[in-house]
């Protein structure tokens, strides 16, 4: 039997059958063969002397075949659910006028009560489902928002309602036509002039509003749109001069019931010679963050990798370095790391951001827009965004439950890079792009029936042998998220040094590279280091530290998961 002209019955009549069995075919072999053979295909209800449900396949058989001999046509088959309907092709090539004057020949014979030449013909889905456009002027320019996928989820009605974003940074002008709808004045403070006032004042105040025009800016007919368009936007102004631990503890932690996601595209100096942590009140805001913000579900703090390039590393920055934010890197528009973009085994995931070629579209200070944003900081905002648009769907996800659906819903981007491994559970990670580039849609997708990760766990092993090769054995089982490593140790030149934590399973996470900038004879003390490189797998086993270019007097290793 010709497989085309199976196929061909396939696509007019849904379903064909040889036997009384129906047969189903790829559509696009189908709509090929159907091509190939238009025209030549009939359908033949038969004369039958008896009712069609006293006669076995066989007998039908019998009776197409001897029409299809006295005619010189292959008989295909009964149509599915239709016994007494079989359909025939006819041999060989023909002219454009032979398949009516078959189609007569057909309906003159004894053994046929009808027949029609089959035709294809377009049917045309009548869903109400209405694709978005978009006003913006910058709209089509902003090529980041296809990067991540964000269409078939603004179409589903997700846009972030019923979520507020605090902005911790230098301000937001939220006069701005594309910011002003969203902005909400309950949750915003200006902490470095202590009022309620977070406009931007100084000249280089710029910053905060175009992170936040990538958030929220609204859809009408100006500058382009936001991630989460129907989000609220808070501001807090700290960058706009030096601040103490406390202040920065205050803005990480205000109104933490109103504000549900904090988007931070700030951190330590990107010199490659830093090495720095939040003081103690910040780390406090984290913790009491993740436990009591968000009636208990935990405060989103999303913050941005650094622009320090390869000479430096987001691991020697203990905001980005943190169990309780989530890292977030850059990818360009081509698909690979910009020159600014930092090694971390803290990174969750990247999103895109700016290259040597192209930049962030979005709101600018007086009701300006620019094309000219970019760096990391211009891809935590949009990180905020997409999460927003998880919690407006499933709004008891955990900050734990969030950092999941980060990983989750993570593609892998350039894939050539020689950097990509798989750990111990299966994940895709890398120390430029963590588990990948953000997707919306399937981040949105998966949160919709997540189910929520159990209480955190936590086992921590100590080690006072000092070395280059330090042993921890774990015997406790737990699903792994992070791991950290607090380590002191002393160097001739801090910089040099180099450390690497390879887990039972074998995943390799490297904690700290090279940095030549940092060429102070200090070493670390008691500095922690953050891997999410093994997420998911099993504690248990022999973990071993390495350390080239130092020597560890002292450490531990901690492993969180459930």
Same mark, same amino acid.
């Given at each position: 039997?010709?497989?085309?002209?199976?196929?061909?019955?396939?696509?007019?009549?849904?379903?064909?059958?040889?036997?009384?069995?129906?047969?189903?075919?790829?559509?696009?072999?189908?709509?090929?063969?159907?091509?190939?053979? =238009?025209?030549?295909?009939?359908?033949?209800?038969?004369?039958?002397?008896?009712?069609?449900?006293?006669?076995?396949?066989?007998?039908?058989?019998?009776?197409?075949?001897?029409?299809?001999?006295?005619?010189?046509?292959?008989?295909?088959?009964?149509?599915? *659910?239709?016994?007494?309907?079989?359909?025939?092709?006819?041999?060989?090539?023909?002219?454009?006028?032979?398949?009516?004057?078959?189609?007569?020949?057909?309906?003159?014979?004894?053994?046929?009560?009808?027949?029609?030449?089959?035709?294809?013909?377009?049917?045309?889905?009548?869903? #109400?489902?209405?694709?978005?456009?978009?006003?913006?002027?910058?709209? $089509?320019?902003?090529?980041?928002?296809?990067?991540?996928?964000?269409?078939?989820?603004?179409?589903?009605?997700?846009?972030?309602?019923?979520?507020?974003?605090?902005?911790?940074?230098?301000?937001?002008? !939220?006069?701005?036509?594309?910011?002003?709808?969203?902005?909400?004045?309950?949750?915003?403070?200006?902490? *470095?002039? /202590?009022?309620?006032?977070?406009?931007?004042?100084?000249?280089?105040?710029?910053?905060?509003?175009?992170?936040?025009? @990538?958030?929220?800016?609204?859809?009408?007919?100006?500058?382009?749109?936001?991630?989460?368009?129907?989000?609220?936007?808070?501001?807090?102004?700290?960058?706009?001069?030096?601040?103490?631990?406390?202040?920065?503890?205050?803005?990480?932690?205000?109104?933490?019931?109103?504000?549900?996601? !904090? #988007?931070?595209?700030?951190?330590?100096?990107?010199?490659?010679?830093?090495?720095?942590?939040?003081?103690?009140?910040?780390?406090?805001?984290?913790?009491?963050?993740?436990?009591?913000?968000?009636?208990?579900?935990?405060?989103?703090?999303?913050?941005?990798?650094? *622009?320090?390039?390869?000479?430096?590393?987001?691991?020697?920055?203990?905001?980005?370095?943190?169990?309780?934010?989530?890292?977030?890197?850059?990818?360009?528009?081509?698909?690979?790391?910009?020159? !600014?973009?930092?090694?971390?085994?803290?990174?969750?995931?990247?999103? $895109?951001?700016?290259?040597?070629?192209?930049?962030?579209?979005?709101? *600018?200070? %007086?009701?300006?827009?620019?094309?000219?944003?970019?760096?990391?900081?211009?891809?935590?905002?949009?990180?905020?965004?997409?999460?927003?648009?998880?919690?407006?769907?499933?709004?008891?996800?955990?900050?734990?439950?969030?950092?999941?659906?980060?990983?989750?819903?993570?593609?892998?981007?350039?894939?050539?890079?020689?950097?990509?491994?798989?750990?111990?559970?299966? !994940?895709?990670?890398? %120390?430029?792009?963590?588990?990948?580039?953000?997707?919306?849609?399937?981040?949105? @997708? =998966?949160?919709?029936?997540?189910?929520?990760?159990?209480?955190? =766990?936590?086992?921590?092993?100590?080690?006072?042998?000092?070395?280059?090769?330090?042993?921890?054995?774990?015997?406790?089982?737990?699903?792994?998220?992070?791991?950290?490593?607090?380590?002191?140790?002393?160097?001739?030149?801090?910089?040099?040094?180099?450390? @690497?934590?390879?887990?039972?399973?074998?995943?390799?996470?490297?904690?700290?590279?090279?940095?030549?900038?940092?060429?102070?004879?200090?070493?670390?003390?008691?500095?922690?280091?953050?891997?999410? %490189?093994?997420?998911?797998?099993? #504690?248990?086993?022999?973990?071993?530290?390495?350390?080239? /270019?130092?020597?560890?007097?002292?450490?531990?290793?901690?492993?969180?998961?459930?």
């Amino acid at each position: 039997m010709n497989l085309s002209l199976l196929l061909l019955s396939l696509s007019l009549l849904a379903v064909i059958s040889i036997s009384p069995v129906p047969i189903a075919l790829s559509a696009e072999v189908a709509g090929e063969a159907a091509a190939a053979s =238009k025209g030549r295909v009939f359908a033949v209800e038969l004369e039958l002397q008896a009712d069609v449900e006293q006669l076995s396949d066989a007998e039908l058989d019998n009776l197409a075949l001897q029409v299809a001999g006295d005619l010189s046509l292959e008989m295909i088959g009964p149509v599915a *659910n239709f016994r007494d309907v079989y359909l025939f092709r006819e041999k060989g090539v023909i002219d454009s006028g032979h398949p009516r004057r078959m189609e007569d020949r057909l309906q003159s014979h004894d053994k046929v009560k009808w027949a029609e030449k089959q035709v294809l013909r377009s049917r045309h889905k009548r869903d #109400s489902e209405v694709t978005l456009s978009f006003a913006d002027p910058l709209y $089509p320019q902003q090529w980041h928002l296809q990067t991540l996928n964000l269409l078939p989820v603004w179409e589903q009605g997700i846009a972030g309602r019923g979520v507020v974003v605090s902005m911790v940074d230098d301000g937001i002008d !939220y006069n701005h036509e594309d910011l002003a709808p969203q902005y909400l004045a309950d949750g915003s403070y200006d902490w *470095n002039d /202590n009022d309620e006032n977070p406009l931007p004042r100084l000249a280089e105040d710029i910053h905060g509003t175009r992170c936040a025009g @990538e958030i929220v800016a609204a859809t009408n007919s100006v500058c382009g749109i936001g991630v989460a368009y129907e989000a609220k936007i808070t501001a807090s102004r700290i960058l706009s001069a030096p601040i103490s631990d406390a202040v920065e503890a205050s803005a990480l932690s205000y109104k933490n019931q109103l504000n549900h996601i !904090y #988007s931070n595209s700030w951190g330590p100096w990107d010199d490659g010679a830093t090495v720095e942590a939040p003081g103690p009140l910040a780390q406090r805001a984290f913790r009491e963050g993740v436990a009591k913000g968000r009636d208990g579900r935990g405060s989103i703090f999303v913050f941005a990798a650094g *622009n320090g390039g390869q000479n430096d590393n987001c691991n020697y920055d203990g905001y980005a370095n943190s169990i309780y934010t989530i890292a977030i890197g850059a990818v360009g528009r081509d698909g690979v790391y910009p020159s !600014y973009a930092e090694p971390c085994s803290a990174h969750l995931a990247v999103v $895109p951001s700016s290259n040597t070629r192209d930049g962030i579209f979005t709101d *600018n200070i %007086h009701d300006g827009c620019t094309g000219r944003h970019g760096g990391t900081s211009a891809a935590a905002p949009l990180a905020a965004g997409i999460i927003a648009l998880a919690l407006q769907v499933r709004e008891e996800l955990t900050w734990r439950d969030v950092q999941w659906l980060v990983i989750e819903s993570a593609e892998k981007v350039d894939p050539g890079s020689r950097d990509w491994k798989m750990n111990g559970a299966g !994940y895709h990670v890398h %120390h430029m792009y963590g588990f990948g580039l953000l997707d919306a849609s399937l981040l949105v @997708e =998966k949160a919709r029936n997540w189910e929520l990760v159990p209480p955190q =766990k936590k086992i921590t092993i100590y080690s006072r042998d000092p070395g280059a090769e330090v042993y921890f054995e774990v015997d406790g089982v737990i699903t792994l998220e992070h791991v950290t490593v607090t380590l002191s140790t002393v160097s001739s030149e801090r910089g040099a040094a180099e450390f @690497e934590l390879i887990s039972p399973a074998g995943t390799a996470s490297l904690l700290a590279t090279r940095r030549p900038r940092d060429t102070t004879r200090e070493g670390l003390s008691g500095w922690t280091f953050v891997t999410v %490189h093994n997420w998911g797998e099993e #504690s248990a086993g022999r973990w071993t530290l390495r350390a080239r /270019n130092a020597v560890v007097t002292s450490s531990s290793l901690s492993l969180y998961g459930f």
